[in-house]
């Protein structure tokens, strides 16, 4: 009777400890999936709120002015030196005759862009045709008007604290009501680099010194990451300089990229004298971030590579750089590509080694080549970030929707060719 009752007295406290654990699972992975419900939210909101401020950025309020080109207005040899504004007011005075005061119509003159001159010039230049004609041409509108149609100006606010008057915002309605004032998708965002006015302001620009700059990385870390990562793992000897150079690149990997920056600008700006602001320096500097992370990368996926696959090839009588050629790097690649790719991705994210390079100042030229001067898409949201115009936010967050879709497209491609390989293997 007494081991009877003693028996189920263990039972209950075994079933009383099983319920007590199995109650703290439950609250572990209910806590866990709060954790990642609470971070979906908040990355989510993050999100929404660049969406929502940025979307707007693809389009772009313009004014229809019927220009006349007449061939008194030009000079043959010397189209550049004509009078464009002065074809901008004509357009915009035959609309409003009835202004004639000279306030009222620099009033009126800053409803278009400071932009829409060379808009003009550009297109006589391109096409010596339009002299003597008269054309419809759809000009950008200032920032002031862009924000008021979007919704970012409100019209109920005094008119001390609006940048637009009253007198201006009733001559938008008037050209809204006629149809000349409208907003069209926005392709200067896409194919111009950077200016001072945000209507005028794009990225091609910063996309393209990116690009250039991803470029000179690609090209220096792969290939040198994955040499130094087979000669570690493959040919070094265990001795203590090998610990020491694997030591040093695993505390590089954790290196602030800052650091990178003021050795880029040590090294290779004062001490050798490259070009400053260039997508070639901005290229070295980020190499040197980048190579721990590929080599760690590279490293291991070469230990992933099974024993027995070296074994059977150096048993059939291959060499140990046909090992290595033939067998090992052909099944370490998936990883290799991965790892590299994950470090370029964190490259293009960068900024701040750059702007000690110089690759924060004002450049509104595209860059074709290695040492032109050029900035990143990264630093062009960092200076679009702190100007002071209210379009620029909306830019400022267009920009980094662009940002986002590259660092996707770059995972992704990791993502694919990783499977490709593996299914190759």
């Given at each position: 009777?007494?081991?009877r ?10 079933e009383r400890?099983l ?10 992975r ?8 609470v ?8 999100f929404?709120?660049?969406i ?15 220009i ?7 000079d ?7 009078d ?9 005075q035959?609309?409003?005759p ?7 119509r620099r009033s009126?003159?800053r ?6 001159a ?6 006589v230049m391109q096409?010596?045709?339009l ?8 000009l950008p509108a200032?920032?002031a ?10 019209r109920?606010l005094?008119?001390n604290?609006?940048?637009?008057s009253?007198?201006?915002?009733a001559w ?5 009501g006629?149809?000349r004032?409208?907003?069209?998708f926005n392709?200067?965002?896409?194919t111009?680099?950077?200016s001072?006015?945000?209507e005028?302001?794009?990225i091609?620009g910063a996309v393209a ?11 220096l ?8 990562a087979?000669y570690?793992?493959?040919f070094?000897?265990?001795n203590?300089?090998a610990d ?13 990229s800052i ?7 040590a ?5 050798l ?6 997508p ?12 721990p992370?590929?080599?760690?990368a590279?490293r291991a ?5 099974p024993?027995s696959i ?16 033939h ?9 290799m590509?991965?790892?590299t790719?994950?470090g ?14 110089g ?5 509104a030229d595209v860059?074709s080549?290695l040492?032109?001067p050029?900035?990143?898409?990264p630093?062009?949201?960092?200076l ?5 115009e209210q379009?620029f936010?909306?830019r400022?967050?267009a920009?980094?929707?662009v940002?986002?879709?590259?660092l996707f ?17």
């Open positions: 009777m007494q081991v009752e003693d028996r189920q007295t263990a039972m209950e406290l075994m400890g319920a007590r654990r199995h109650r703290r699972e439950r609250i572990f209910s806590l866990g999936l709060a954790a990642v419900l971070s979906i939210g908040f990355l989510a909101l993050l929404a709120a660049i929502g401020n940025g979307w707007t950025a693809f389009e772009q309020s313009e004014i229809l002015l019927d006349d080109f007449a061939a008194d207005h030009f043959v040899d010397n189209l550049a030196r004509a464009y504004a002065a074809l901008v007011r004509q357009g915009l035959k609309l409003f009835e202004v004639r005061k000279r306030r009222q009126l003159y409803l278009v862009s400071s932009g829409a060379i808009i003009l010039q550009k297109k096409d010596t045709s002299i003597g004609t008269r054309q419809s041409i759809w200032d920032d008007v862009d924000m008021l149609l979007k919704g970012r100006i409100s109920t005094p008119e604290r609006r940048r637009l009253d007198r201006q915002i938008i309605h008037r050209l809204a006629s149809g004032l409208k907003k069209r392709a200067t965002f896409f111009a680099g950077d001072r006015e945000p005028l302001a794009g091609r010194g990116s690009l250039l700059t991803m470029l000179v990385t690609l090209l870390s792969f290939p040198v990451g994955v040499a130094t087979v570690l793992e493959e070094a000897p265990r203590r300089w020491l150079i694997e030591v040093n690149i695993n505390n590089l990997a954790a290196v602030p650091v990178f920056g003021l050795l880029g600008l090294f290779f700006l004062d001490f004298g490259l070009p400053r602001s260039t070639l320096v901005g290229g070295l500097v980020l190499t040197l971030m980048t190579l992370t590929v080599i760690i590279a996926s070469l230990k992933a590579v024993p070296r074994e059977a090839a150096l048993a059939v009588g291959a060499s140990r750089m046909q090992v290595v050629a067998h090992v790097l052909p099944l370490a690649m998936p990883g590509l991965t790892g790719i994950i370029m991705a964190r490259a293009l994210g960068e900024t701040a080694p750059l702007l000690l390079l690759m924060v100042a004002f450049i860059p080549h040492t032109d050029a900035t990143v898409l630093v062009q949201i960092y679009w970030a702190d100007s002071p379009a936010v909306e400022t967050a920009a980094i929707m940002l986002l879709v590259l497209c770059m995972n992704g491609l990791a993502v694919f060719l990783r499977r490709r390989f593996e299914r190759r293997r």
